[in-house]
């Protein structure tokens, strides 16, 4: 392979969308090209930038339009428009489904679908409190045209200082968990790699590494981690990533953690995975590995 | 099977909600309210993120997402166990959003500085900075790298970008975009691969 042939497999490489074949021929090019080896990391920080771009919608937004949507289902009320459009979708009545015309109707009746859903009105921005949103939990009415609502307030604050202060490696290791923003993730899974002889900081990393949904994210994580491939709890991770990560290129860079610290599982742990490994590329690593250790390919 | 399928994905990394699908949706057939509720709370952020990134306009956004939950609430008689939902549900946004920019571009809306579209695009840049007001560097990260991201992002043919949003933010895989777009693998293979060209060449400056 060369130089331009690596260079436009390297994306699908990130993707894990090459096939076995293909990532063992730009595997072997990257082995011998310091070129490529700095275009593909150069690529991953394409991958970390472009991750900070992807945010969640505005959670006001999503509330607002599943308001609208329930009230679109319900029924009783004709499609809401928003705004001034010149163009977009043809907006229409509901035509209740005849699937779903009795159920439908007497939950209807009694309000369930736009009840619940207005309950749980978004997070407001209160004008008059800056930092602090609203989330409405109860909506009680009063007699006499009066309401008694139940509200939960969120404060923002703004945490200053170094790794070494408590709060903001707290702060950090919580937003590794952020179920919204893989670009919050992805920052705080880089701040935190010089942090994993910490135990909290360890525990927040693997779980990002088994279970975060963004493949960026999950790179991140397994990097912060390979000064400790040989602690225990490490090690099983790893031997769970091999069988469940969807990336070829990650379970192939798990692979490479595990056996350079072998112990008595790790065998196993190559064995299992070539009982299911379909990517040829990473089942060839899995061989190789065992080969290394002096370790049958086989388990009967 | 470790064939790097979605489909066959444990449940804690993929990227649709832990939920079970299936029997929701047969639920949801039967009538039950709440199962369709459940079912659209496990794929709307995704649905609308798709749309707002798509369109850059919270209103159509907002509109498109209304539109593609009336269409699966009124077909999903319809449809098929055995199918993927969730294809069948990006493939109904996509449309619409295709259907809009089409639009867009036949009325000559696209980016007219201080018409709606643009507007909305302003409304929207606040929404996000919203969220990150009381951090200067987050505000920094939203404002300026995070607009020359979406600006180059725009710059993108409406294929590549749903190609791009589909792979990168949505995480899935190449062959299922195909069965979304009703194209071939190898067709949104090429997408993805002009797409990435493009956003390298375009932010090489901050790599």
Known sequence: MNCDAARERIPLYLYGELTGEQEEALARHLDECRTCRTALETEKRLHRLLDTAGAAPPEELLEECRRALGRAVEGRLPAQRFGVRTAGPPRRRLRAPSWAAGAAAALAAAGFFAGRWSAQLAAAADPGAAGTAMEVRYIDPQPGGRVRIVVEEKRQR???????????????VNAVRNPLDPGVRADSVELLKGMAWSAEVREALLYALEHDPNDGVRWEALESLRAHASDPECRQALSRVLLRDRNPGIRSAAIDLLANSPDADVVGAFQELLRFEQNDYVRLRGIRALEALGAPVETF | MLSGDPGEMPAAISSAPA?????????????DQEAFERLVRAHDRAVLRLALSLLRSPEDARDVYQECF??????????????????????????????????????????????GAAVSRGRLEQMQEARAESDPQRRLLSGEIGQRIQ????????????????????????????????TTEEAAKNSLFRATRKLRAELGDLL
């Open chain 1, 158 to 172: 703004v945490l200053e200082g170094t790794l070494e202060d408590s709060p903001i490696r707290e702060a950090l």
């Open chain 2, 19 to 31: 939920v079970d699908d299936a029997a929701l949706i047969r639920a949801a057939q039967r009538g």
């Open chain 2, 151 to 182: 600006g180059v992002l725009q710059q993108l043919s409406p294929k590549e970008r749903v190609v791009f949003e589909l792979r990168h933010y949505h995480g899935l895989r190449l062959r299922e975009i195909g069965d979304v777009l009703g």
């Open chain 2, 70 to 115: 009336l269409r699966v609430y009124q077909n999903l008689h319809r449809f098929r166990h055995g199918s993927s939902f969730q294809t069948w549900l990006y493939r109904i946004v996509t449309n619409l959003c295709l259907d809009q920019l089409r639009r867009r571009k036949a009325r000559r809306e696209e980016p007219v500085e201080g018409t």
